[in-house]
């Protein structure tokens, strides 16, 4: 029996699966709509769909690097409980694995790829939801590179609950890139240099500083030097290489990595559920709205 798309668009509706698992079940069954949600339901699909309206803002960030190439990851679960289950640290490392050496551009891309053991690697990720009870989702990654003459450096705070991966060149000591990779953890700086913030983000401070100065009753003709002045801080504020170094405070983190003749090419840093709504638990409402079922 020829699978159409009204099919697929009403199994998905049924069950909360995919487009290409409903298709796939759909085929398998010969377009038995009953059987295709046994099909799925036997596969884990649409148990795990059922949970795809809950947040998982909880997790993991979790680094593996190969060779010259390193992948940094975010993996979400609802509960900080299910992030330090021995499974879903295992999963974490398989999906870093794979991402290291397929290379997906997104999330969205990975998740449609075959994985070494023959699985489509959204279909993985669902067999796992459907073991530990909670939903599961691949948020972000960033695969970086270096060259021979580089080094990664790889740090996790508190269990993976921040991750950081830099890229450092003209060195090979793993400890300076690490230091490097604790600092951006700890200070969280958005870029890496001056020259990385733009223009504009530039004269937006410029203009907001310049009228503090004015309404602090400034004489209108230090005003210019003041601000100047106050665009340093704002620059160490957001500036890797402009910041105080946090192993040697006297020290800015630019000397620091000049010393060491290196140069910092790239960091990412993923904090778990940074940006995430996060579910506010209120056991009182949840029992009285179970009481009233």
Do not use: W
């Not at 397929?102 to 969205?108: R, Y």
């Amino acid at each position: 029996m020829a699978v159409t798309a009204q099919m697929v668009k009403e199994l998905r509706q049924k069950t909360g699966a995919g487009m290409m698992d409903c298709k796939k079940a759909l085929t398998e069954t010969n377009g038995d709509m009953e059987k295709a949600i046994d099909y799925l339901r036997e596969k884990g699909i649409a148990k795990a769909a059922k949970k795809a309206d809950r947040i998982a803002a909880e997790g993991t960030t979790f680094i593996m690097s190969q060779g010259n190439e390193a992948v940094i990851l975010e993996v979400n679960s609802e509960t900080d409980f299910v992030a330090k289950n021995e499974g879903f640290q295992t999963l974490v490392k398989d999906l870093a694995a794979h991402v290291l050496a397929k290379k997906p551009a997104t999330a969205e891309e990975a998740l449609e790829q075959t994985m070494d053991n023959g699985k489509q690697l959204g279909e993985f990720i669902n067999e796992a939801i459907s073991k530990i009870g909670e939903k599961i989702t691949l948020r972000r990654f960033a695969i970086k590179t270096k060259s021979d003459n580089g080094v990664f450096g790889e740090y996790l705070h508190m269990g993976g609950r921040i991750g950081v991966l830099t890229v450092l060149e003209g060195t090979t000591d793993a400890a300076i890139a690490k230091d490097i990779s604790m600092h951006v953890a700890a200070l969280n700086p958005k870029y890496i240099s001056r020259e990385q913030v733009s223009q504009e983000e530039v004269e937006r401070e410029r203009e907001v500083l310049t009228q503090q100065a004015l309404n602090e009753g400034k004489p209108e003709k230090i005003v210019g030097k003041m601000v100047e002045g106050r665009l340093g801080k704002f620059f160490e504020d957001i500036c890797l290489l402009d910041q105080s170094f946090v192993k040697n405070p006297d020290q800015k983190v630019g000397q620091f990595v000049k010393e060491n003749n290196a140069e910092v090419k790239e960091m990412v840093r993923f904090e778990v559920g940074e940006g995430m709504e996060k579910r506010q638990e209120n056991f009182a409402e949840e029992v009285m709205s179970q009481m009233k079922k």
